[in-house]
């Protein structure tokens, strides 16, 4: 992961403490302030979000509604922040006040009743670590697979909240070991969740994204392949009032037909026109400040 001023030890705790002893409202004001202050000085981040959604929203980089929503990302940002600490320390009675609905519930129950298990794969567009709270709330057995943080302390801060509220944890790597701890996870009927919108290992496939060519992760595609598991894209997103909603689409029809790499690169392709479409209706949730020409892995022959 790309070390950021946000992913240090200081930054995490401060959020963490002041999510716990403050009221949420003070919370989420000094998360405002804060972010607008990092607004200000991150000069790289907003230049790599406005090229972003420039291509996301057809606009010129310096065209005034990339720039309100450049900033707009900063605030959200800073509300997600104070929320992922917030929620996992609440009981379940109050965590309900933060949510409106999950749509599409019927489509991962479906998905479950064949006992082959879900995974949910997501991007990162809107609060992704908030529907662990939503899901587990409803009593679903979820599993989260994760990169890693930069520091020791801030991934055990993390991992902790998660694990509090009943989530089981598998950090990706390199190892195939992590890819087995997955599929012995999907045949208990657990759900998986993932996001899938970034190549952080150099060994993804390379599809039209956004009007680029950029490499997407080909271990969720390949892991519903190998596994039947459905394949659902999922996200949680924050409405006009403050408070979150699920949505999940229909599982995505996985292609097996073909060459394994024809199919992957098929199934990637699906997954890349509905991370566009979320993308493109919510893009001041859109948390990628790296450009996306800078994001495509050069492999070489």
């Known amino acids: 992961m790309r070390r950021h001023i946000l992913d240090s030890p200081a930054s995490y705790y401060a959020t963490f403490f002041v999510a716990r002893y403050l009221p949420v409202n003070l919370s989420r004001w000094l998360a405002k302030v804060v972010a607008l ?3 200000v000085f991150s000069k790289k981040d907003r230049e790599g979000l406005a090229i972003n959604l420039s291509t996301a929203l057809d606009r010129p ?8 929503t450049v900033r707009q990302v900063f605030l959200n940002y800073g509300r997600y922040m104070v929320d992922f600490f917030l929620l996992p320390q609440l009981p379940p009675e109050k965590i309900k006040n933060y949510f409106a609905d999950i749509k599409g519930e019927e489509i991962l129950q479906s998905a479950l009743a064949k006992g082959k298990g879900a995974i949910l794969l ?3 567009v809107g609060n ?24 020791a302390a801030t991934n055990a801060l993390v991992n902790r909240l998660r694990q509090d509220k009943g989530i089981s944890v598998i950090e990706a790597g390199q190892s195939p070991f992590s890819v087995i701890e997955v599929l012995g996870h999907l045949r208990k009927n657990r759900i998986v969740a993932m996001n899938g919108d970034r ?3 150099g ?38 009032d403050g408070r979150y909603f699920g949505v999940l689409e229909k599982a995505i029809p996985v292609i097996l037909e073909g060459t394994r790499d024809e199919a992957i690169a098929k199934n990637l392709e699906m997954t890349a026109r509905i991370f566009e479409k979320y993308i493109r209706s919510y893009p001041d949730q859109w948390y990628c400040p790296d450009p996306l020409a800078n994001s495509l892995n050069q492999k070489t022959a």
């Open 199 to 201: 190549d952080y290992f």
């Open 61 to 68: 980089v310096d065209d005034p509604a990339v720039r309100r």
């Open 122 to 124: 997501s991007a990162h």
């Open 37 to 39: 202050i990092i607004y």
């Open 203 to 240: 060994t993804g496939c390379q599809v039209s994204f956004l009007g680029k060519h950029l490499n997407l992760p080909v271990g969720p595609v390949v892991l519903a392949m190998n596994s039947g598991a459905a394949l659902i894209p999922a996200f949680v997103l924050k409405q006009a």
């Open 128 to 151: 992704w670590e908030i529907g662990g709270s939503m899901l587990r709330m409803l009593n679903y057995p979820l599993t989260v697979v994760v990169i890693a943080h930069n520091t």
